[in-house]
């Protein structure tokens, strides 16, 4: 939520200003910025939410393999050996 509030300002800031310097009117180059600029975030939020799913599975992976070994502890086998 703060990552997607963050690129909203900076894209608002950004497209703002280079609106600005092209000449266009005041009032269509700040609802174009504004648009743009949450339109941007929406789409940035979708990516963040994919990078953390894959960081989660990988995460998951480890946690399966720390149980298995600690499962085979338990009942007795040898830790050397590859699960």
Known sequence: M???TA???AF???FNT??????ESDSYASDLSDFKALQYA???TCFVEVIGG???LITAFY???DKHTVDAA???KHLNQQI
Do not use: N
Request: charged share 15%.
């Open 42 to 44: 929406l789409f940035s």
């Open 63 to 65: 946690i399966l393999q």
């Open 7 to 9: 690129l909203s300002e």
């Open 74 to 76: 338990v009942h007795g």
């Open 54 to 56: 894959f960081f989660f």
């Open 12 to 14: 608002k800031f950004s």
């Open 18 to 23: 280079t609106a600005t310097s092209e000449g």
């Open 2 to 4: 703060v990552l997607k």
